[in-house]
């Protein structure tokens, strides 16, 4: 990624997704005060994402997915109060999710999945008011999955746990925003893991029927 990119005045789009870029994402991102939207998705990159991006007040989209970008997920992603998609999926990233995008007012996709993200997934996700997809499948996830509040997460279509390390049993209130239930919600996909491989065995994810829509082992 040559580092010229980051002092062109005025940047408003970066789009470099699809070729085979090295090296790393510059802290320098955090210096285009115009940026919208950050494509830099299905390349080679590495190293970590930077808490400068925090900085790029303006962002929109960020598409880093299928990269191989390590370290922790900054939460400063969080003072990214215009963004609505964030696609960080197939990459190396490490330790918890951070809570700080479930305060983001518009963010409606939300990609974390196949990383090797740990802890508990944050009740905070309650907190999202527009969230459409939430991706945290592929993941080192564990604990139980939590309630979410009364009127929370109505707008959500997309809801992937699977390949994790979770245990428990979906909570009624994240089967209740299913859209085949009554009232019917909005939530057409809902995936965990709760296969079992057997009679003998039971799924690490308890699911009652009409709730889960895809069941794996994990």
Sequence with gaps: MPEELYGIPGLKRLILSNNLLTGTISASVGNLSLLTDLWLGNNLLTGRLSSDIGRASLLENIIVGHNQLTGPIPSDLGNLQKLEYADLSNNVFTGDIPTSFFSLPGLKILYLNNNNLIGSIPPEISNAPALLDLFLNGNLLSGTIPEV????????????LNFNNLTGTMPSSICALRSN?????????LHADCASLSSANMPEITCV???CTE???G
């Design 209 to 211: 029927a009409g709730c």
């Design 149 to 160: 509040s009364p009127g929370a997460l109505l707008t959500l279509e997309g809801l992937l």
């Design 181 to 189: 239930y009554f009232p019917p919600g909005n939530l057409i996909s």
């Design 215 to 217: 069941c794996s082992h």
